[in-house]
């Protein structure tokens, strides 16, 4: 049961790193997210094999190495939350302050670490669990006591969610505008707002154990498994399975990649010409519309006029480049103004490209493969399969009547492409 546990969790952290570095780049505070949720897998992961079920070897290993890096769960929180409330990444010399404390943490483990072989770190923590009550006296730590460090711990973490809960409520009342339509219309609000009173159920736990510790037996609690049936273990029971979705979510929910785009302070040019939104869009940014309507001219105009899409290397930070607008925006922009994505806005470009390059026939001594070659297609099959998806039918009648027509019967092709609509 414990390997298995600790094997889910070890791979749903491998997916989550993976998604992180895939997507970064869309928007960097998944940066302090992902750091966060490996940081507190690792703090999960921990507690579950220390308290519920003793496992020494993976007790051994997460215990006390990691112990610095738990303390860095609050500040990662933290910058994340108010990365994504301020949407932009920020990390200043004055934040360099929150990771002080992780620091004379590592410094206090050092002799732990050091004195003691791994084998002798999985007897003593066999023989700590045998007799709990030693675990007060014996030092892992040469500055703090182990009370002292598990309080300490706990209070730091829960004082960080109260500083992303401040955070978050003064976003709220600086848009003005309800906490309920945010919650009903801003997926990436509850979202958030979800994560921050999710996170409150471990510390919870650990504020009860402490408790029952100060107050009980520590051997009657942790010898007797009394606190594998109390409301702590409960508690950290289900923070397990809240960790798991956490760290999957990015896989299930890549809105979540967004953030929350404010523009109303930023100095983004909007233009005199504006784009009436589609009724059956979904809803949009309450504050931002007119900045993502000028966008959606925007990048119309620069597909259109610039033709980027031919590139088979066109990607979104091109776009992003040439608009001088972040891609977390664009991301955003496409998604709800254009309902599509960025892969399926850039082919539908291509193959409307294609069609018109179709009215011409194929030049002499050429093929299929150059018209979808010169439509930014990298093959045939990816032109095959984005032209079935997007227009829902196979081009394999219209690639035979271009064969059939020959380079000077451009009427076959015409026939076929005067019943597609352009982008």
Not at 274 to 299: G, S
Not at 349 to 354: E, V
Not at 368 to 390: H, M, N, R, T, W
Request: glycine letters at 4%; charged letters at 15%; proline letters at 4%.
């Amino acid at each position: 049961m414990v390997n298995a546990f600790v094997w889910l969790n070890l791979i749903s952290i491998v997916v989550l790193v993976l998604l992180v570095l895939n997507n970064y780049k869309t928007n960097p505070n998944i940066i302090y997210l992902g750091l966060f949720l490996v940081s507190f897998s690792i703090f999960i992961i921990a507690s579950y094999v220390t308290l519920i079920e003793f496992d020494p070897f993976w007790a051994a290993i997460l215990f006390n190495y990691f112990t610095p890096l738990y303390l860095l769960a609050g500040p990662f929180f933290y910058f994340y939350t108010r990365g994504v409330v301020e949407d932009k990444f920020i990390f200043s010399k004055v934040d360099i302050l929150h990771f002080i404390l992780a620091f004379i943490q590592l410094i206090g483990i050092f002799p732990f670490i050091f004195s003691y072989s791994f084998q002798e770190k999985v007897l003593i923590l066999e023989e700590l669990h045998k007799a709990p009550n030693n675990f007060v006296e014996f030092r892992f730590n040469s500055i703090f006591t182990n009370a002292q460090n598990m309080w300490f711990r706990t209070v730091s973490f829960m004082g960080y969610l109260f500083a992303a809960l401040v955070r978050l409520l003064i976003f709220v009342r600086s848009e003005k505008i309800s906490f309920f339509i945010l919650m009903r219309e801003q997926f990436n609000f509850r979202w958030l707002f979800y994560l921050l009173c999710s996170m409150f159920f471990l510390p919870l736990a650990y504020l009860i154990f402490l408790f029952d510790v100060t107050s009980f037996d520590l051997g009657q609690i942790l010898l007797e498994q009394e606190f594998n049936v109390s409301i702590g273990g409960l508690i950290l029971y289900f923070s397990v399975f809240i960790n798991l979705f956490n760290n999957i979510s990015l896989l299930f929910f890549p809105q979540l990649l967004y953030g929350i785009p404010r523009v109303a302070n930023k100095n983004y040019s909007i233009s005199s010409t504006a784009v009436q939104q589609d009724d059956a869009a979904p809803p949009t940014p309450y504050k931002n519309t007119e900045y993502f309507e000028d966008l959606v001219v925007r990048i119309k105009t620069y597909m259109q006029v610039q033709e980027p899409f031919l590139q088979i290397d066109f990607n979104l930070q091109m776009l992003s480049n040439a608009l001088n607008v972040p891609q977390h925006h664009l991301t955003y922009c496409i998604r709800y103004f254009f309902n599509s994505n960025f892969s399926d806005l850039k082919n539908s470009y291509r193959i409307a490209h294609f069609k018109k390059l179709a009215q011409n026939g194929i030049p002499k001594h050429l093929n299929i493969d150059y018209l979808i070659e010169q439509s930014g297609f990298k093959s045939k099959s990816s032109f095959y399969a984005c032209f079935s998806k997007l227009e829902g039918y196979n081009p394999s009648r219209i690639v035979k009547q271009l064969y059939d027509s020959g380079p000077a019967g451009p009427s076959g092709a015409t026939g076929a492409t005067d019943q597609e609509g352009q982008v």
